[in-house]
């Protein structure tokens, strides 16, 4: 088994069917295993769906959200032209999943949904969006701006359509931009739970300023293939940074995160855990960089990667990576890879609780340790259960 800090190795999957409408429509041919960030993933099941757009009804993939005081909607170029400044200033300007949902969303007259904090909101925001049951690619895009001092509890509820029968593999391609102002806090939680003809494409793109608080939770599984691509800068350093991650992969699923922080300035600080179930043929990918520069001096980041194996035939490609120039830093990381221990496992049986019973006790208790950093509004959709029938 990798112990911590081991990067697993093996061959690359092979690359995915030809899909021209998906490179037409992205403007750029598709990744392939040559390109890094896409070594481990297939995208078969991104290809496999219908070449058509899935356009959400009432104009808008995430419906008509009820607002909270506080919260207020921008209108205008004006707020199209900070997305793409955010989305530019975090790196994922260039990104292929962001190039496609860019254009999809433009063919398919899909408006920005873009909203303002102002105060303390007390109110939790809700944010649904649920793939086409018709198959075909549905586009969202959100802007969030935060303005300084400014407080948000957000969630996103990102599903398959529960209320139809799929009739064909969908898919969905989420494009979230936040810019908070100073002293700002975010508590963000990204709940996808989605089902085996269905991918996900979610990107998130932050830039923080100083004193600001971002804690992003997200746990996902279900998925043919999710791919999660949060990319968090710090502009001047002095910001806090709490990722919480969980994806759950089964059968034949792709489970793909590739996470990036940067600081651009001094005294910033990141507390970052990422962890996997993978059971059955299920495939997880995690790759964590951080880039701590000369200017970023006292920075403060740890980075862990935990994944568990459930089955023999299960894998998890895991790297995370520091590049660190400052000399002035406290910085560590670390991966593991493992299964259910059995010394744990034979202590529960010993008091009387059977084994199956024993394993389902160990994986609620790995799971939980990120589920309860999502915002509260999440229990409503009882992610724990879901994600455990994936494993």
Request: charged share 20%; glycine share 8%; proline share 7%.
């Amino acid at each position: 088994m990798p112990t911590a800090t081991e990067t697993t190795t093996a061959t690359p999957p092979a690359t995915a069917p030809a899909a021209p409408w998906l490179a037409e429509l992205a403007g750029s041919p598709l990744p392939t295993r040559r390109q890094e960030d896409w070594r481990f993933t297939a995208l078969d099941p991104l290809t496999a769906i219908a070449p058509r757009l899935a356009p959400s009804e009432g104009g808008s993939g995430w419906g008509q959200p009820q607002l909270p005081a506080g919260v207020e909607r921008l209108e205008g170029a004006a707020a199209e032209e900070q997305w793409l400044r955010l989305l530019q200033a975090s790196g994922g300007g260039e990104q292929w999943p962001v190039a496609l949902n860019r254009a999809a969303a433009q063919r398919a007259a899909e408006p920005l949904l873009a909203l303002r904090v102002r105060g303390v909101v007390t109110e939790p925001l809700l944010l649904s969006l649920a793939a086409s049951a018709a198959g075909g690619l549905r586009p969202a895009q959100l802007l969030l701006v935060l303005e300084p001092g400014a407080s948000l509890e957000l969630l996103q509820v990102i599903t398959d359509d529960q209320e139809q029968p799929s009739q064909g593999p969908a898919a969905l391609s989420v494009v979230t931009a936040v810019q908070l102002g100073g002293g700002a806090r975010l508590k963000a939680g990204c709940l996808a739970l989605g089902e085996a003809q269905a991918c996900l494409l979610a990107h998130w793109a932050v830039l923080q300023e100083p004193a600001s608080e971002l804690e992003l939770s997200s746990a996902m599984g279900g998925w043919g293939l999710a791919r999660f691509e949060p990319r968090i800068v710090q502009s001047q350093g002095a910001a806090s940074t709490r990722l919480r991650g969980l994806q759950v992969c089964n059968g034949r699923q792709i489970a793909d995160t590739h996470s990036a922080v940067r600081f651009d300035g001094p005294d910033g600080q990141l507390d970052q855990l990422h962890k996997v179930l993978a059971d059955g043929q299920g495939r997880s990918v995690f790759n964590g960089a951080v880039k701590v520069p000369q200017v970023a001096q006292r920075t403060n980041a740890a980075q862990l990667s935990r994944s568990l194996l459930l089955s023999d035939r299960a894998r998890v490609d895991t790297k995370p990576e520091l590049e660190i120039v400052a000399d002035d830093v406290k910085c560590a990381h670390g991966a593991t890879v493992s299964r259910l221990r059995q010394e744990e496992l034979f202590y529960l049986q010993s008091r009387g609780i059977a084994a199956s019973q024993a394993a389902t006790l160990l994986k609620r208790a790995f799971c939980e340790e990120v589920l309860r950093d999502l915002p509260a509004a999440a229990a409503g959709w009882n992610p724990l259960e879901r994600l455990l029938a994936e494993a």
